[in-house]
């Protein structure tokens, strides 16, 4: 290409974001993708038998976010609330959500009153030892580990904090033909300013000076352009040199991997299960259970797979399972095959049906593992006590020829989303249009 201003490496949502912006800015704009689709952890499935969309990665939008629902109203992509009752699966009893965790109160008065940044799981020990918090102990590290797909060891508990004083529990919502409706409203609208999109394009070795940048595919394609803009995911830019995906920098910039590698960058494994029927709203589960579940939107559990969702509020017969944390990093070697065989276990436990049965009643199964995937590497960010030292340095551009975008660089309090992926990559735009 001649006359490139910006070449950006990731078309997920925080490079389509850039691009669509600095394309409609009048900027010349390459952006290379090492996938053969776009939207990165955005993956929209056509699934099952009745072909209706599935969600193998980001699938709702919680709370009223501003830069997700503008692009959404925008785009005219209806968006509809996805908000259903939770229970919880404790003791072979099913429990309405909303019970107190014993020791609850305690809990949060004590985490408000922390002075020092540490780790959740210091915090626990310091504070709540013994064997008379074991419950509450179990509870935290399953949010902590389910919710943000951290691990308690590194997760600051300042962050957690924040997050859990900003809980928008009511407001959550799907996208109405799946996320990718957005990924491909963004591509268009970068494609029609004039940008150009290319797929398998496995970018490696980054050669730059002061405005002037060479991006060098895995198969020797080069790129040339005035400045470059990283946004691919943070998992990728803590990996080690060498492996599929990883970028090499020439001059180096060690200085800012190293501070990359101090952010967490979470792991998880989806299991997408669709069945002949909703088996959990049936007669014979109400009288197993004893209560009605037919309106049942989140169930969690101590199984395996401890995190269960249907997708009410429309009656669908898929039931998407969610194990993050240092249970699913635990698992980069376990099989798809060997994903489903725990899935089915857990939830044959839970429900009391047979597994021989449920391998009948499966009509469709997908497993992802986003921790094993090359252009990923994990699931989405979360603060170590170290987090903010490191902002400090990462949310500038390098010698203003090297710009990052991605969630992991969102400093607001709905991290770890598609909000904050779109955010961070209109900063990017932003940031490298004033470099001019």
Same mark, same amino acid.
């Given at each position: 290409?001649?006359?490139?201003?910006?070449?950006?490496?990731?078309?997920?949502?925080?490079?389509?974001? &850039?691009?669509?912006?600095?394309?409609?800015?009048?900027?010349?704009?390459?952006?290379?993708?090492?996938?053969?689709?776009?939207?990165?952890?955005?993956?929209?499935?056509?699934?099952?038998?009745?072909?209706?969309?599935?969600?193998?990665?980001?699938?709702?939008?919680?709370?009223?976010?501003?830069?997700?629902?503008?692009?959404?109203?925008?785009?005219?992509?209806?968006? !509809?609330?996805?908000?259903?009752?939770?229970?919880?699966?404790?003791?072979?009893?099913?429990?309405?959500?909303?019970?107190?965790?014993?020791? @609850?109160?305690?809990?949060?008065?004590?985490?408000? *009153?922390?002075?020092?940044?540490?780790?959740?799981?210091?915090? $626990? *020990? *310091?504070?709540?030892?013994?064997?008379?918090?074991?419950?509450?102990?179990?509870? /935290?590290?399953?949010?902590?580990?389910?919710?943000?797909?951290?691990?308690?060891?590194?997760?600051?508990?300042?962050?957690?904090?924040?997050? @859990?004083?900003?809980?928008?529990?009511?407001?959550?919502?799907?996208? =109405?033909?799946?996320?990718?409706?957005?990924?491909?409203?963004? %591509?268009?609208?970068?494609?029609?300013?004039?940008?150009?999109?290319?797929?398998?394009?496995?970018?490696?070795?980054?050669?730059?000076?002061?405005?002037?940048?060479?991006?060098? !595919?895995?198969?020797?394609?080069?790129?040339?352009?005035?400045?470059?803009? /990283? &946004? /691919?995911?943070?998992?990728?830019?803590?990996?080690?040199?060498?492996?599929?995906?990883?970028?090499?920098?020439?001059?180096?910039?060690?200085?800012?991997?190293?501070?990359?590698?101090?952010?967490?960058?979470?792991?998880?494994?989806?299991?997408?299960?669709?069945?002949?029927?909703?088996?959990?709203?049936?007669?014979?589960?109400?009288?197993?259970?004893?209560?009605?579940? =037919?309106? $049942?939107?989140?169930?969690?559990?101590?199984?395996?797979?401890? /995190?269960?969702?249907?997708?009410?509020?429309?009656?669908?017969?898929?039931?998407?399972?969610?194990?993050?944390?240092?249970?699913? %990093?635990?698992?980069?070697?376990?099989?798809?095959?060997?994903?489903?065989?725990?899935?089915?276990?857990?939830?044959?436990?839970?429900?009391?049906?047979?597994?021989?049965?449920?391998?009948?009643?499966?009509?469709?199964?997908?497993?992802?593992?986003?921790?094993?995937?090359?252009?990923?590497?994990?699931?989405?960010?979360?603060?170590?006590?170290?987090?903010?030292? &490191?902002?400090?340095?990462?949310?500038?551009?390098?010698?203003?020829?090297?710009?990052? %975008?991605?969630?992991?660089?969102?400093?607001?309090?709905?991290?770890?989303?598609?909000?904050?992926?779109?955010?961070?990559?209109?900063?990017? %735009?932003?940031?490298?249009?004033?470099? =001019?």
């Amino acid at each position: 290409m001649e006359n490139t201003d910006v070449i950006i490496i990731g078309g997920g949502a925080a490079g389509l974001m &850039a691009a669509r912006t600095l394309a409609k800015a009048g900027k010349n704009v390459v952006l290379l993708e090492g996938r053969n689709r776009l939207g990165g952890r955005i993956h929209t499935l056509e699934h099952g038998t009745s072909l209706q969309p599935a969600e193998l990665g980001a699938e709702f939008i919680h709370g009223d976010l501003p830069v997700t629902q503008s692009l959404l109203n925008e785009a005219d992509i209806k968006y !509809t609330p996805a908000s259903a009752s939770m229970w919880r699966y404790d003791d072979g009893k099913f429990i309405a959500e909303g019970h107190v965790i014993e020791h @609850w109160d305690e809990f949060l008065e004590r985490i408000m *009153q922390l002075k020092n940044d540490m780790s959740m799981e210091a915090f $626990m *020990q *310091q504070e709540f030892s013994g064997e008379r918090y074991e419950g509450l102990r179990e509870s /935290v590290r399953a949010y902590v580990s389910g919710y943000d797909n951290a691990d308690p060891k590194k997760a600051s508990a300042f962050s957690i904090r924040k997050e @859990w004083q900003n809980e928008h529990e009511d407001a959550q919502y799907r996208v =109405e033909g799946g996320y990718c409706m957005l990924i491909s409203y963004l %591509a268009n609208e970068f494609k029609q300013a004039g940008g150009h999109i290319y797929l398998n394009a496995v970018a490696k070795d980054i050669d730059w000076g002061q405005h002037h940048v060479t991006v060098s !595919t895995d198969i020797g394609i080069t790129y040339q352009a005035r400045q470059l803009l /990283v &946004a /691919v995911p943070l998992g990728i830019l803590q990996a080690e040199a060498g492996l599929k995906g990883t970028l090499s920098f020439d001059p180096p910039v060690d200085y800012y991997i190293n501070a990359l590698k101090s952010l967490g960058f979470g792991a998880v494994i989806k299991v997408l299960l669709e069945f002949d029927d909703a088996f959990w709203c049936s007669d014979e589960t109400r009288q197993m259970a004893g209560v009605n579940l =037919e309106d $049942m939107g989140f169930l969690f559990s101590k199984e395996t797979i401890p /995190v269960w969702w249907t997708q009410m509020p429309v009656h669908r017969p898929l039931l998407t399972g969610w194990l993050g944390g240092p249970p699913a %990093a635990a698992r980069l070697n376990t099989s798809d095959e060997d994903m489903l065989i725990e899935a089915l276990g857990s939830i044959s436990n839970i429900f009391k049906i047979d597994i021989a049965k449920l391998k009948e009643k499966l009509l469709t199964w997908n497993v992802i593992n986003w921790t094993v995937d090359p252009f990923c590497r994990g699931s989405y960010s979360y603060d170590t006590t170290e987090t903010a030292e &490191a902002r400090k340095i990462i949310s500038h551009p390098i010698g203003d020829t090297l710009f990052f %975008a991605g969630e992991y660089l969102y400093e607001g309090t709905a991290m770890g989303t598609v909000e904050a992926a779109l955010t961070s990559g209109l900063r990017a %735009a932003e940031m490298l249009l004033d470099y =001019e």
